[in-house]
């Protein structure tokens, strides 16, 4: 007999025990345990359902089906079942705790308004803040040079701060919805002020709703950019995502967007206006768990048309994060921490060489990037995040071979 056999007959098993002895609570209990795992909910309710009819008095039972109707979307009779698990005077605090949870996600759900809002701020250090190359012999009109030492790698401190704002006015229970994003960046260099850096980023669409697990979404997209306080480009574009969830495995969307993007000459970058053109993003987004693994990733293909074909590319990506999340009792109170490993690489390969550089030789790179980020809560929506990022460029052009070290902490808020 397969493994699989196996396990359908124990759960019949169960099933047919079940009904022979209603009033055996410890076989329902296991059967709706089993229900849930092989995401069988209407079958998990009816058996949590007929224990209550036996012994009403069971407030994690009623937590389980307060739990199983908000997973089928049913949120008035999960409301029901959650606000009675907390009625009588022997309710455990961890059941309260998570009713509590529940309910105010019930809330979010039924408010035809949702938000959320992420600000951070800090300090960061880097050994390569200008992005210099690893050594000072490079190339110049197909010959090798010496670089000024200015132009290599020096390292810097910087002030930063970042917001990101997300809003979704719902239309309808079916998922219909019109979302905005707003993302802030400010960096202010220690020494380099020609890098300080500023952007905005506007994105509204409009999501439609497809059934219960998957939508579609087109949205215009606005970038300002700023670089040593003076406009480096401005981008207007649009895209399109479509959205589905996997059931209890998590979600996955796909994308593709474009912009203009027009660059504009300053004293730093005096030939920055070369770069306009078209930048075309084709992706996958992931967010997964399976038990207790968590991991997102992101797959890109880039397409970038500039003015000048040395200054067009494409490129590949691929992003990956491991979040862990756990709970610590730190003076006394219960604080949450999020550890997640980062890792990424790109392939990128320009169209044509360039004669400032190179005439003969087309420019291509292949960048590693790996990292981690900690936040922990210091209380309730406020915490502090600690975030360290290496990248590493193998270029066959030594102009562009070069590493970073990137170490940053500083608060955080979350609405």
Known sequence: MTPAAVVQGDYEALFAQMYRNPSDLDVSFRFAHEAVQRGDYEAAIGALERMLFFNPDLPRVKLELGVLYFKLGSYDIARGYLQDAIKGGNVPDEIRAQVRAYLAEIDRQLSNHEY??????????????????????????????????????????????????????????????????????????????????????????????????????????????????????????????????????GLAEAFAETRHRRFFNSNNYPTASEQTGDLTTAGLFTDLRKGGLHWTSRFTFDTNQAIYDFNSYKRYSVDMALPYEFALSVFGAARQFVVAPTFGYSFVRYDAPNPIVDPFVVRHDNEWRVGGIFDAQLVDNVGIRTQLNYFKINSNLPNYTTDNLAVSVGPTVRF
């Open 116 to 249: 959320s809002v992420f600000l951070h701020a800090g300090v960061r250090y880097q050994t390569n803040a200008n992005v210099g190359p690893n050594g000072l012999l490079v190339r110049a009109l197909g010959q090798d040079a010496i670089l000024d030492p200015r132009f290599g790698k020096q390292a810097d401190f910087n002030a930063y701060q970042t917001a990101v704002a997300n809003y979704a006015y719902k239309l309808n229970r079916r998922g219909d919805a019109i979302e905005l994003t707003v993302i802030g960046l400010n960096s202010r260099q220690n020494k380099l002020s020609q890098y300080d850096l500023g952007l905005a980023e506007v994105m509204v669409g409009h999501r439609v709703g497809l059934g219960q697990n998957a939508s579609i979404k087109y949205y215009a997209i606005g970038d300002q950019v700023w670089l040593g306080d003076a406009t480096y480009f401005n981008a207007l574009g649009g895209g399109v995502a479509a959205r589905i969830t996997l059931g209890e495995w």
